[in-house]
């Protein structure tokens, strides 16, 4: 799937898109896992509040399980 490609030489005009996608992963990823986390748990606020289990709120268990529902959000300030 991820082969080396050896034809694209550091510093020309092909290099160039190459190196600002990645810069641009690098920034997106942890402002973007950050917004994902939260809104997770924003949607997981009203049943965990309630006591209710559903799908998502099992499914993000991960993130709010070592918490009292008072600092639920801990997990992505964390982050």
């Known amino acids: 799937y ?4 050896a034809s694209v030489e550091c510093g020309t005009d092909e290099h160039k898109p190459i190196t600002n996608l990645a810069i641009g992963f690098i920034v997106v990823w942890p402002i973007g896992s950050l917004v994902l986390y939260m809104s997770l748990l924003a949607a997981c606020y009203k049943p965990l509040k309630k006591k209710t289990r559903t799908a998502l709120t099992r499914a993000t268990r991960f993130l709010h399980r070592e918490y009292v529902l008072t600092y639920y959000w801990w997990e992505a300030l964390e982050l």
């Open 2 to 5: 991820m082969r080396q490609d």
